[in-house]
């Protein structure tokens, strides 16, 4: 006959081997941010700013890692195949997430398919400069001048949206206006600056110190008006139909738990509250924008895809 404490222990150790293993609260170790770009890049610096917020938040360290190179793939390609548990986190853009696609052949990865949307973060205003040299005032300007004169005028490039953007400005307007690419982003806006191109649509992280010192005429934003910048309209305004943003935000791996990422798109929009790091992001030129909910973000990004596909035919971009 068994005693009654035995009984007792009997239904603990039946209870127990009935239930799941507990689970970790998450994060219970460091959490890596892959940035595909270099060390110092404008998506570099937000990432940093972010990632220190957010690991304060969550109680955990949050690792920045630079991963750069082929325009962002081989720092996607990683977060891509890495375990979907939550730790390793990709600060993608839209260049890595949706203009690869478009503009190479090869891509290892699926921007869509393979990467679960946590939430948006932000992204780098653009303006239309012009070289002092060039005898422009306007966008209505600087598109008479180019009708006038078919072939003076060449933009540099030296990614996806240096490219997207100079190339929808010479189809929107009909002018022969030549496209120049470059290997290397700082290289670009040196001839730029030094009168070898003439044009150019520039990120504020790296030209508005140019625009604001006469280095540069900013003529006009995308994709809207900026405070930095008053009196200059936004593209769309001057050329309707102009509307192509710069933006990045948070992914994970396809597979990661619901759970995981509502938990950091909550503690991400927090922080993007914060008033001391709005104040840092703003001051490398940097603009946040609404936050999104998981669902809508992924929406937002197969749009842009779409947006992508419409502007590169009729570009008339081929993947290289």
């Given at each position: 006959?068994?005693?009654?404490?035995?009984?007792?222990?009997?239904?603990?150790?039946l209870?127990?081997?009935?239930?799941?293993?507990?689970?970790?609260?998450?994060?219970?170790?460091?959490?890596?941010?892959?940035v595909?770009f270099?060390?110092?890049?404008?998506?570099?610096?937000?990432?940093?700013?972010?990632?220190?917020?957010?690991?304060?938040?969550?109680?955990?360290?949050?690792?920045?890692?630079?991963?750069?190179?082929?325009?962002?793939?081989?720092?996607?390609?990683?977060?891509?195949?890495?375990?979907p548990?939550?730790?390793?986190?990709?600060?993608?853009?839209?260049?890595?997430q949706?203009?690869?696609?478009?503009?190479?052949?090869?891509?290892?990865?699926?921007?869509?398919?393979?990467?679960?949307?946590?939430?948006?973060?932000?992204?780098?205003?653009?303006?239309?400069?012009?070289?002092?040299?060039?005898?422009?005032?306007?966008?209505?300007?600087?598109?008479?001048?180019?009708?006038?004169?078919?072939?003076?005028?060449?933009?540099?490039?030296?990614?996806?949206?240096?490219?997207?953007?100079?190339?929808?400005?010479?189809?929107?307007?009909?002018?022969?206006?030549e496209?120049?690419?470059?290997?290397?982003?700082?290289?670009?806006?040196?001839?730029?600056?030094?009168?070898?191109?003439?044009?150019?649509?520039?990120?504020?992280?790296?030209?508005?110190?140019?625009?604001?010192?006469?280095?540069?005429?900013?003529?006009a934003?995308?994709?809207?008006?900026?405070a930095?910048?008053?009196?200059?309209?936004?593209?769309?305004?001057?050329?309707?139909?102009?509307?192509i943003?710069?933006?990045?935000?948070?992914f994970?791996?396809?597979?990661?738990?619901?759970?995981?990422?509502?938990?950091?798109?909550?503690?991400?929009?927090?922080?993007?509250?914060?008033?001391?790091?709005r104040?840092?992001?703003?001051?490398?030129?940097?603009?946040?924008?609404?936050?999104?909910?998981?669902?809508?973000?992924?929406?937002?990004?197969?749009?842009?895809?779409?947006?992508?596909?419409?502007?590169?035919?009729?570009?008339?971009?081929?993947?290289?």
């Amino acid at each position: 006959m068994k005693t009654l404490p035995s009984i007792g222990l009997c239904v603990l150790v039946l209870a127990a081997q009935g239930l799941p293993a507990a689970r970790a609260a998450y994060p219970d170790k460091p959490v890596t941010i892959v940035v595909p770009f270099a060390a110092g890049s404008p998506t570099d610096a937000v990432a940093r700013v972010v990632a220190e917020a957010l690991g304060k938040r969550l109680g955990q360290s949050m690792v920045v890692q630079n991963r750069p190179g082929a325009t962002g793939m081989i720092g996607s390609e990683y977060v891509a195949r890495a375990q979907p548990d939550g730790y390793t986190l990709l600060f993608g853009t839209n260049t890595t997430q949706v203009a690869n696609q478009y503009f190479f052949k090869k891509v290892s990865y699926d921007g869509l398919k393979d990467f679960a949307p946590v939430a948006i973060v932000g992204g780098v205003p653009h303006a239309l400069v012009v070289n002092p040299s060039v005898p422009v005032n306007s966008v209505a300007e600087l598109i008479e001048y180019a009708k006038a004169h078919p072939g003076k005028l060449s933009f540099p490039y030296a990614n996806s949206t240096t490219r997207i953007t100079g190339s929808t400005f010479r189809v929107m307007t009909k002018t022969q206006i030549e496209a120049i690419p470059y290997k290397a982003y700082g290289q670009a806006i040196a001839e730029l600056l030094g009168g070898q191109t003439q044009m150019m649509f520039i990120d504020f992280s790296t030209g508005l110190s140019y625009m604001t010192s006469g280095k540069l005429k900013a003529l006009a934003i995308t994709p809207d008006r900026s405070a930095k910048l008053p009196g200059v309209p936004a593209m769309k305004e001057v050329l309707p139909g102009f509307e192509i943003g710069n933006w990045n935000g948070l992914f994970a791996p396809t597979g990661t738990s619901p759970e995981v990422i509502d938990r950091l798109n909550r503690e991400i929009r927090a922080v993007l509250e914060q008033p001391e790091l709005r104040k840092q992001v703003d001051g490398v030129g940097y603009e946040l924008l609404p936050p999104m909910a998981p669902a809508e973000f992924g929406k937002y990004i197969a749009e842009e895809s779409r947006h992508y596909a419409r502007l590169t035919k009729a570009a008339d971009i081929q993947p290289e």
